[in-house]
Every structure is written in C-alpha cells, then in structure tokens.
T-cell receptor, first 111, second 118 residues
Framework: SQQGEEDPQALSIQEGENATMNCSYK?????LQWYRQNSGRGLVHLIL?????REKHSGRLRVTLDTSKKSSSLLITASRAADTASYFC???????????FGEGTQLTVNP | GAVVSQHPSRVICKSGTSVKIECRSL??????MFWYRQFPKQSLMLMAT?????????EQGVEKDKFLINHASLTLSTLTVTSAHPEDSSFYIC??????????????FGPGTRLTVT
C-alpha cells in the first residue's frame, strides 16, 4: 500500500524561484529517497537520506528528514525549465528492500 | 554505471495475446529486481519482487498467473503479461538493486515499457 503522501500535488513556479516539495510517511524507515520522472520516462534517482541523517545536499537539491514528524522535504533552488518533471519520494525499510512511493508532485517551471 | 534497460520500450498487442518485457542490468549484478506498474498521472505501484533463482513475491491483488516473472540470471528478469486485456494497458517499470554495501539501498530504474492492449 502507498504510505507516502506528497504535497503539493502540483506546483507551478517561475524560472529562478525555489521549489519545495514535502513528503510524509507512516511507518518507521531505514532511508528515504527522492526520484524524478520526466513524462513517459523511467525514474532517475536524485538523493538518498538515511534515517539517522537530518539534511543532505546535492548540487541545487537540499533534502531534509524529520523522523519525529515522519516527513521529508525536497528543495530545488534556482529552478530551471528543465526541472519540470514529477518528483516522488520513496521510503525503504531495509537495504535492498522494496520501496514505497508517494503520490508525487508535478513541478512545472515556467521560463 | 548502474544502468538498467528494458525492452521493448513500447508494445501494442491484441486482446488475448501474451507480451514479454525484459529488464536487464547492464553493468552490475542485480540480486533483486522489482516490477512496478504506473497508470497515467499516478504513482508507481509495486507488483512483485524477484530474487535471482527463486520465485517472485507478488503484492496483494496482483495475479501471479497473469503476470509471470522470471529472474533467471543476475542480469535479467522478465515479466510476461498473459492473456492481455485492455485494462492491462499501462506503463511497466522495472528496477534493480544489489545486495550489500552502501549502494544496496538504491534501486536503479529502467526506462519503462508502454503496453497498449487493443
């Protein structure tokens, strides 16, 4: 069953602005991952954060994890039109285990 | 590294026929492969988990006799949709993961296969 919920479901911003997407989950996790999916394509892994980590950066991406609130956020700074895609969070309970995906956020960056 | 391919990328078949989709890990050994299904504008739903050399574990509600999964080697898993019907039309995505080490948390996704059943 899907345990991840993301908000907003859709986000439209102007190029150069920051985009923040949130993800909540219900059970205990080992790690939380963010993926990107362009329309009609497979998923691209963006970043993984472990349950004992609170924040992680990768280029223009910043991910936070609050295990007490069972939530995570993905921040994309200085967005570009090429960032337009669907973004999914996914939680894993152990290494190599199944992932449970959130409902996704459709991000549109207008040039 | 960590490239996963799927073949075919698109397939159109007639109702009642069977379709096989291949998922290959090109540059690593995948001890576990996962098959997902995604309807338009929806999230990924896990269908089954397969480990090399053993039977796949299906999620609740997924018919194992309709969606046959074979994971014959550490680089290849196949999903066969048997007696396909229009409601089976969907985007099927596989992913692969390795066992052990820090990279085992990640799953590497294939580009997906668009199945249309007419």
């Amino acid at each position: 069953s899907q345990q991840g919920e993301e908000d907003p479901q859709a986000l439209s911003i102007q190029e150069g602005e920051n985009a923040t997407m949130n993800c909540s989950y219900k059970t205990s996790i080992n790690n939380l991952q963010w993926y990107r999916q362009n329309s009609g394509r497979g998923l691209v892994h963006l970043i993984l954060i472990r349950s004992n980590e609170r924040e992680k950066h990768s280029g223009r991406l910043r991910v936070t994890l609050d295990t007490s609130k069972k939530s995570s956020s993905l921040l994309i700074t200085a967005s570009r039109a090429a960032d337009t895609a669907s973004y999914f969070c996914a939680t894993g309970r152990t290494s190599g285990s199944r992932l449970t995906f959130g409902e996704g956020t459709q991000l549109t960056v207008n040039p | 590294g960590a490239v996963v391919s799927q073949h075919p990328s698109r397939v159109i078949c007639k109702s009642g026929t069977s379709v096989k989709i291949e998922c290959r890990s090109l540059d690593f050994q995948a001890t576990t492969m996962f098959w997902y299904r995604q309807f338009p504008k929806q999230s990924l739903m896990l269908m089954a988990t397969s480990n090399e050399g053993s039977k796949a574990t299906y999620e609740q509600g997924v018919e194992k006799d309709k969606f046959l999964i074979n994971h014959a080697s550490l680089t290849l898993s196949t999903l066969t949709v048997t007696s396909a019907h229009p409601e089976d039309s969907s985007f099927y995505i596989c992913s692969a993961s390795t066992s052990g080490g820090p990279s085992s948390y990640e799953q590497y996704f294939g580009p997906g296969t668009r199945l249309t059943v007419t």
